[in-house]
């Protein structure tokens, strides 16, 4: 085989570059992803009502989803939280600010299998017998997780009109939830609510000596009531309230006219119809997030059935085709951020590397010709990693990324050893032909028994959810660029060091 290289080279060689572009363009069908799910056995629920609902109501519908679960066959336990996540007891899951329409329910499940069952079974229920809600079913994850894999952020200056933002984050929602790759689709601003504005008439209430403030807590008395003091039960701090009565408060919003506020310096109490001029039930936004100052809103995803950069990337022409005013911007977040952050922060690591190992490749050969050799190897290991990747269907993320890198050093390891043996030949005084035909015979077992080693030593992490990637792409990539570097080695040296084939 070496003798039918050297001699055919330039075709040889030429079908490898064949090969190695075959196998870049054929990358693009290659799963894309960030982080793999994780293996613990817990299932997380979202719960989201329409923004300004009560905590009871939250609760009750919270409670018929818990009922459901408790009922299935692969659940353990659940844990109810109401109005915000849990305590952070996983790291890279974040807890949910605190919201009186949002809950969440922790499921621990009794196996593996049972998690992928109860997000099947739970997910097609909820769609069934929750409408009035956004219910979320996910996993938990590893390494670094997001919790919106796909989100898309529009901002503007710090005096941006909402309704601009509002309308930006509309259209944008508008295209992703015209495609069936995204589900769950919601913006962070989530609704607007309808708010009382009483109209304070400042000269009326200077007169009776009433201030904003105490306008203030008296409307605050006759709805959620003021915090007085605070009651010790254990180690719990539970707030005491003045409020009005039940029937009192739910009758506060109609009649706001007759609730009496007591001023300050005063022991006697003014109708708060004396000192405003109406009241106004305008529309406003409960919650407006900022982004390095700018007001933003985000729309947010998660893929359905793909994963998080092959959803992106089908959504990204029409996200770029959305007309933005002047000084408005579309930044992508989520999980295309986290990536993009990883992957920079390899760079710096990367650089002083590489230049250490050219060094070292000509400090150890004395000629750059060697060192070219080795550099020109390594990206035919792109052959296996894609056909494996393929051939698995295991998504390509930033642990296959590390894979990738590792094969790098493998790699050049293996051309060093057959250099060094191809001097060692010269040396006692062989042919330039001989030596290198020679240095690729005697050094194919200690390689391949090398590069074997390896790739059973990574055979167990096949089974692992986090490390799979890893194990593929070292797996095939290091088969297929040890087959590769035993052939490509001496046809390379004999084309750079001119070399002539044997008849």
């Not at 870049?24 to 894309?32: C, E, S």
């Not at 006697?268 to 809103?297: F, Y």
């Not at 059973?456 to 570097?485: S, Y």
Request: proline share 6%; glycine share 6%; with cysteine.
């Amino acid at each position: 085989m070496l003798s039918w290289a050297i001699r055919f080279r330039i075709l040889f060689l030429g079908g490898m570059v064949g090969l190695l572009l075959a196998s870049v363009v054929g990358f693009r069908w290659v799963p894309q992803l960030y982080f793999p799910d994780s293996s613990r056995l817990q299932v997380m629920v979202d719960y989201w009502a329409p923004q300004g609902t009560r905590i009871e109501e939250t609760s009750a519908g919270l409670e018929r989803i818990e009922k459901f679960l408790q009922q299935h066959d692969a659940t353990a336990s659940v844990s109810t939280f109401v109005g915000k996540g849990p305590p952070r007891f996983y790291l890279p899951v974040s807890a949910e600010d605190p919201y009186t329409s949002y809950g969440q329910i922790i499921i621990n499940t009794k196996s593996l299998d049972g998690v992928n069952q109860l997000v099947g079974d739970t997910d097609a229920w909820v769609k069934v017998n929750v409408p009035e809600a956004m219910v979320r079913v996910r996993k938990y994850a590893v390494g670094a997780f997001d919790d919106w894999k796909v989100e898309a952020r529009f901002s503007g200056p710090a005096n941006a009109d909402p309704a601009t933002l509002r309308r930006l984050a509309e259209a944008g929602a508008n295209v992703l939830r015209e495609t069936p790759l995204a589900k769950e689709v919601r913006v962070n601003w989530r609704q607007r609510v309808l708010a009382l504005q009483p109209q304070l008439n400042q000269e009326r209430a200077r007169w009776a000596g009433v201030s904003r403030e105490e306008l203030a807590r008296v409307l605050k008395r006759s709805s959620d009531g003021v915090v007085i003091g605070q009651y010790r039960e254990d180690d719990s701090l539970i707030p005491i309230l003045a409020r009005n009565i039940q029937s009192e408060r739910e009758s506060s919003a109609t009649s706001l006219d007759e609730l009496h506020v007591t001023p300050r310096l005063s022991t006697k109490a003014v109708p708060v119809s004396q000192i405003i001029d109406g009241v106004d039930m305008p529309w406003e936004d409960p919650i407006i997030w900022r982004w390095d100052r700018r007001r933003a809103i985000t729309v947010q995803c998660s893929p359905n059935g793909v994963t998080a950069p092959t959803l992106r990337n089908a959504m990204l022409e029409k996200f770029n085709a959305i007309d933005l005013p002047p000084g408005y911007r579309l930044d992508w977040d989520g999980e295309y951020w986290s990536a993009k952050q990883s992957q920079e922060a390899l760079v710096p690591g990367i650089v002083p590397a590489v230049v250490v190992m050219l060094f070292i490749l000509v400090a150890l050969f004395n000629s750059f010709r060697p060192m070219l050799i080795c550099i020109g190897v390594i990206p035919f290991v792109m052959i296996g990693i894609t056909g494996g990747l393929l051939m698995t269907q295991t998504p390509f993320g930033f642990i296959a990324l590390l894979g990738a890198m590792s094969l790098s050093g493998m790699m050049i390891k293996n051309v060093v050893v057959l250099l060094d043996e191809v001097n060692a030949n010269l040396s006692r005084g062989l042919k330039p032909y001989n030596a290198v035909v020679e240095a690729a015979v005697s050094r194919l077992s200690p390689v391949v028994n090398a590069a074997g080693t390896t790739v059973l030593g990574v055979l167990p992490m096949l089974q692992d959810v986090f490390w799979v990637a890893l194990a593929v792409t070292i797996f095939f990539g290091l088969i297929v660029g040890t087959l590769l570097t035993m052939v490509m080695v001496p046809t390379l040296y004999a084309l750079l060091y001119r070399i002539p084939a044997e008849s």
